[in-house]
């Protein structure tokens, strides 16, 4: 369970770093099981270093990875930050190549809350692609006066303030395997540097959608997405409560399993 602190540190910043949350033993085996499945995908080819790989849905598709969504330590942080009748987003595994240029919400206020939870397989730090978050840039009044930035998505060496990209000013994540961030999408964050093939793999959650302008803006991204907010056959058939309760609000809006998973490199 977080604290009051912690609640307001994810407030007030739009992120939490918590460390060392799963044990080495964890991590070994999440490790092992992603790196099969990210192959899996692959065909059994090796990863060529030249694209990014992205898998949705991912921990869902591994019966040895299951475990890992309803974890009480991932679990709670959905009832923590957005209420006990969260539901799952989707969950995602990528191997990156090159940076992330800035990127974050955008001009309007999203109606649902929801939150990234984030797992690096490999140390992190300034120089090898640790996660940068520019804070506070969650709330809107400040993400709107940023959104210059979004000239660097298409041109990497443009300059809207003045520096590039990796010189913004933003707090770097450095991290160890074991440690968890958690931050919404709607915060703007990048990655700068670091080999290819370093992995980042996440869990999102949203707010359960009660009121008419929630189920909308629900629907509407729903219908603009082959595979987030498309609910596993997996999750939806499964004999754990946790996972079947995660989707079934989905199931009852109408949403459909998510297309088969393209190989992104």
Do not use: C
């Not at 709670?76 to 989707?90: H, V």
Request: proline fraction near 10%.
């Amino acid at each position: 369970m977080l604290t009051a602190q912690q609640k307001q540190h994810f407030e007030t910043f739009g992120f939490l770093v918590l460390r060392q949350l799963f044990t080495p033993q964890e991590i070994d085996v999440i490790r092992r099981e992603s790196d099969a499945t990210l192959q899996e995908n692959r065909q059994g080819k090796p990863f060529p270093g030249e694209e990014r790989q992205a898998m949705i849905p991912f921990f869902e598709l591994n019966p040895r990875l299951q475990w890992l969504i309803e974890d009480d330590r991932i679990y709670g942080l959905g009832e923590d930050l957005l209420g006990p009748d969260f539901i799952l987003n989707a969950t995602e595994g990528n191997l990156h190549v090159g940076d992330t240029q800035w990127h974050g919400g955008g001009l309007d206020m999203e109606p649902v809350p929801h939150i990234k939870i984030a797992f690096y397989l490999e140390p992190n730090t300034k120089e090898t692609g640790a996660l940068r978050f520019i804070p506070g840039s969650h709330k809107l009044e400040f993400r709107r006066l940023i959104q210059p930035l979004t000239a660097q998505q298409e041109d990497p060496t443009a300059m809207p303030f003045g520096v590039a990209g990796a010189d913004v000013p933003s707090v770097v994540i450095e991290s160890q395997p074991g440690d968890v961030i958690v931050f919404p999408e709607s915060l703007w964050h990048g990655a700068f540097g670091g080999p290819p093939g370093r992995s980042q793999h996440a869990i999102s959650f949203m707010a359960n959608p009660v009121t008419e302008e929630q189920v909308a803006y629900i629907k509407g991204l729903y219908d603009g997405w082959n595979y987030s907010l498309h609910p596993p056959e997996e999750m939806v058939n499964s004999d754990r409560p946790r996972l079947r309760r995660m989707v079934s609000r989905l199931v009852e809006l109408g949403f459909g399993p998510p297309k088969p998973t393209p190989l992104f490199v």
